[in-house]
């Protein structure tokens, strides 16, 4: 039987999560959970209903009620539903973003999103990423992974990805955006962004996606790299 490797991914925005988790799922062949997109989907429904963000018991109780489903076996093509409907496009807008900490800091909604987590990688393993998955959904993960990077590298890489889209913002924007965004889930209470003690740290602001997993790769058993590729 293949084992169900779990191989958390945390750390700040930017530093190359999304991207390299996507590329390493699919190497390895097993599932990729994006953890921010569930937190970014339920803050869409709250949005959406035009539910104060005060009223944590009600986004709770709602919450208990919303489908967030990842979908597609590529990851690399992975698509957000919430309630049935592909919701990929409209949590990714910028207005959304600055809305996820009210949800995100929100230690009992946390721990609901937690459960789920939990649950979607039990089942059949995966590559998750986020900011506390290493220390609060797996802390017992096979491979724990922190990523970090420098801020203007960062912010760069979050630049030409808004550019991409046709949203032309300055690197003055981007970078206050996201210091705003690593002061509040470094300082958040539950889940706040940080690596656990046995977290691998790694730099990626000179390395390339394909460089990063080598450097992953090289650190992991070659049986777990094997055993779940072939
Ligand atoms: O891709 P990016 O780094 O911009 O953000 P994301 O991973 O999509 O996550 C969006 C927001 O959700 C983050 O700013 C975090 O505040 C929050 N988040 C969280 O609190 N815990 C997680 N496990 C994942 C995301
Ligand atoms: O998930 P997170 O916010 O940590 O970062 P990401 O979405 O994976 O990466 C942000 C942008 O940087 C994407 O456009 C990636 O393609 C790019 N990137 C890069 O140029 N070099 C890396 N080593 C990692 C990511």
Redesign the pocket.
């Known amino acids: 039987m293949k084992k169900k490797l779990i191989i958390a991914i945390d750390g700040p925005?930017?530093s190359g999560?999304?991207s390299t988790a996507k590329a390493f799922a699919k190497y390895l062949n097993i599932p990729y959970i994006d953890?921010?997109?569930m937190?970014?989907a339920l803050t869409l429904k709250v949005m959406i209903l035009n539910i104060p963000f005060k009223n944590v018991k009600q986004i709770v109780s709602l919450f208990k009620k919303t489908k967030i489903d990842l979908k597609g076996r590529d990851p690399l093509k992975q698509k957000v539903f919430l309630d049935g409907k592909d919701v990929s496009k409209a949590i990714r807008e910028p207005e959304l973003?600055k809305n996820?900490?009210h949800v995100?800091q929100e230690a009992l909604i946390r721990r609901e999103m937690v459960k789920r987590q939990r649950q979607l990688g039990k089942t059949n393993g995966a590559v998750m990423e986020?900011?506390?998955?290493g220390t609060m959904v797996f802390p017992k993960a096979d491979y724990k992974f922190y990523f970090e990077a420098k801020p203007e590298v960062r912010a760069r890489r979050r630049q030409r990805e808004l550019l991409a889209t046709g949203k032309k913002v300055s690197m003055a924007e981007v970078m206050k955006d996201i210091q705003k965004?690593d002061k509040?889930?470094i300082e958040r209470k539950e889940?706040a962004l940080r690596p656990a003690k046995d977290a691998i740290r790694l730099d990626t602001s000179e390395l390339t996606i394909p460089q990063t997993i080598d450097k992953m790769t090289a650190l992991m058993k070659p049986s777990h790299v094997r055993a779940v590729n072939s």
């Open positions: 925005a930017g999560k999304s953890t921010g997109a937190y970014r973003t996820v900490f995100a986020g900011r506390d998955i965004r509040t889930d889940g």
